[in-house]
């Protein structure tokens, strides 16, 4: 597999994080492991510089490291509309993924490089000069991340587990390559496989990750991040007992949820109590932040204002739940707004937490989202307990609560449009689409001029005419109808795999949607 012959290695090991332009790599053949691996500290640069590598590179402005994928997950669902100006548009048109490129080669790069590098502190930490504490902790560290980029390629490149357990997914690999094994390649396995892959990995990790760990970055995985991926992990692949158990056992360690104060802050500071999982970013690392210029929509200094929403979704919150009163018609920040011909459904719910030095940190995982795998998970088991799960997560929103006696597929499409709500622009929406078997939904907006109520500068207000903004596109590129299971939804393996690894497709074939 000619994609992962190399260690992305922090060669400045000076540094325990580096920005992008200071990552190297460097062939397994040709350097000595003992020089790389020696000591457990190495072995942790070697983590921290994959870190870096997956979350801080470009392949281009509109793809920031996995945050791409984040950002194309959300552009593809029902819930973001896009402006006509740079980044994403393709993905909202369903061009990007299917087409193999941008995003698709990214993906494919940034994980099997980082899970090499994975491997190599997997295959090196035991000899590692160091405690055993230490050599145990990076060891599960090494297995947690490679387990998240594992599930991230169950969840993207297949479609749903209960669709076909069988269908074929990406490669495993659980040993470092160098360039004579990567060029023979391994062969696809199935979805079901590596689901198991990911939790199994996740599971050891769990083990070797002591509690009493403390971080000094919230980048960094300890004990609640990887239950919290367990949970995630488990549920994707219907595991619904196993979902139940590690969520619970994660909000019983942390059920904080933040303030309305604190929601309102910009979802920009890793420091928020209820992050679990973050990528941080500074004044001289902050390549990662390129991508709150598509998502601060209402900041003068950002640039693109691109993730905006579709105006029916605003309808779906009710009245008090303080999340809808962060969404609201706009023209451009900062804008002549009695030239502006045009008004977009704004969500203030990203800032730039530094607009000047275009700072802000990335959330990967919250305790919202736990509060609602554990909602689902017991939905599935009919457990009481599921209906009280969302409706905490609810009231802490000042939204109304539901029934408790909602049960079945009621309940289940409750959590499904909480999910939607609450984690709307943090990168869910196509997975969740995908999982549930379920179709993207975009209906038009009428295009009738409204009238749009602003304050100037010296505090008057005024109504003007303006053009509200919704969707633009309804169907695939083939013309045809959005609908679940299709082609589109998903990430594709590159051209330069299907070409070089011969061994690709002997286990299981080609998804037929690809032969068509």
Not at 256 to 283: C, D, R, V
Not at 300 to 319: A, I, K, Q, T, W
Request: hydrophobic letters at 35%; glycine letters at 6%.
């Amino acid at each position: 597999m000619k994609t992962i012959f190399k260690y992305i290695l922090s060669v400045a090991l000076g540094a325990s994080i580096l920005t992008s332009c200071d990552l190297d790599t460097i062939p397994t053949t040709s350097v000595d492991a003992g020089s790389v691996f020696g000591k457990t500290g190495d072995a942790e640069k070697v983590l921290n510089g994959g870190w870096n590598y997956l979350m801080e590179t470009f392949n281009s402005y509109a793809n920031p490291g996995y945050g791409a994928m984040l950002r194309a997950n959300d552009a593809m669902g029902s819930d973001v509309v896009l402006n006509d100006k740079y980044g994403f548009r393709s993905h909202n048109q369903f061009n990007a993924i299917y087409g193999k490129g941008g995003t698709n080669t990214l993906s494919w790069l940034l994980c099997y490089r980082v899970i090499n590098d994975c491997n190599g502190v997997l295959d090196n930490i035991d000899n590692a000069e160091g405690t055993q504490n230490d050599r145990d902790r990076i060891k599960g560290q090494a297995l947690a991340l490679r387990g998240f980029l594992y599930l991230h390629l169950a969840s993207c490149y297949s479609f749903a587990i209960d669709k076909d357990p069988n269908a074929v997914c990406a490669p495993i690999y659980t040993k470092s390559t160098d360039e004579v094994s990567a060029a023979e390649g391994m062969p696809a396995s199935s979805v079901s496989e590596v689901y198991a892959q990911s939790i199994s990995d996740l599971e050891k990790a769990l083990d070797l990750i002591p509690e009493t760990y403390i971080r000094n970055s919230k980048h960094k995985i300890d004990n609640q991040v990887v239950l919290g991926l367990l949970s995630r992990a488990c549920l994707y692949a219907r595991q619904w007992e196993k979902a139940k158990n590690y969520s619970d056992q994660l909000l019983a360690k942390n059920n904080y949820l933040m303030s309305e104060s604190e929601y309102k802050e910009g979802f920009s500071n890793a420091e928020n109590k209820e992050w679990i999982w973050g990528h941080p970013q500074t004044n001289d690392q902050n390549n990662a932040s390129y991508q709150f210029y598509y998502l601060d929509t209402t900041t003068p200094g950002s640039y693109y204002y691109s993730f905006n929403v579709d105006p029916y979704f605003r309808d779906l919150f009710e009245d008090g739940d303080y999340r809808k009163e962060m969404i609201y018609w706009a023209t451009d920040p900062g804008a002549d707004v009695e030239s502006a011909a045009y008004v977009w459904m704004r969500n203030a719910k990203f800032k730039f937490r530094d607009i000047q030095n275009t700072v802000a940190d990335i959330v990967l995982m919250r305790v919202a989202e736990i509060y609602l795998i554990n909602a689902e998970a017991k939905a599935r088991l009919n457990a009481p307990d599921a209906v009280n799960k969302l409706n905490e997560l609810k009231a802490a929103r000042g939204a109304q609560t539901i029934s408790t006696s909602l049960t079945g597929e009621d309940l289940l499409e409750a959590i499904w449009l909480e999910r939607r709500k609450e984690l709307w622009g943090e990168g869910f929406s196509l997975i969740d689409i995908i999982r549930n078997q379920k179709s993207v939904v975009r209906k038009e907006y009428p295009d009738d001029k409204i009238d749009y109520t602003y304050t100037d500068s010296e505090g008057k207000e005024h109504t003007v005419k303006k053009t509200p903004q919704g969707h633009r596109y309804f169907n695939f590129p083939d013309k045809s109808n959005f609908c679940p299971n299709s082609k589109y939804y998903l990430y594709r393996i590159t051209d330069s795999e299907e070409l070089t690894n011969t061994k690709l497709y002997s286990v299981y074939p080609k998804l037929s949607i690809y032969m068509e």
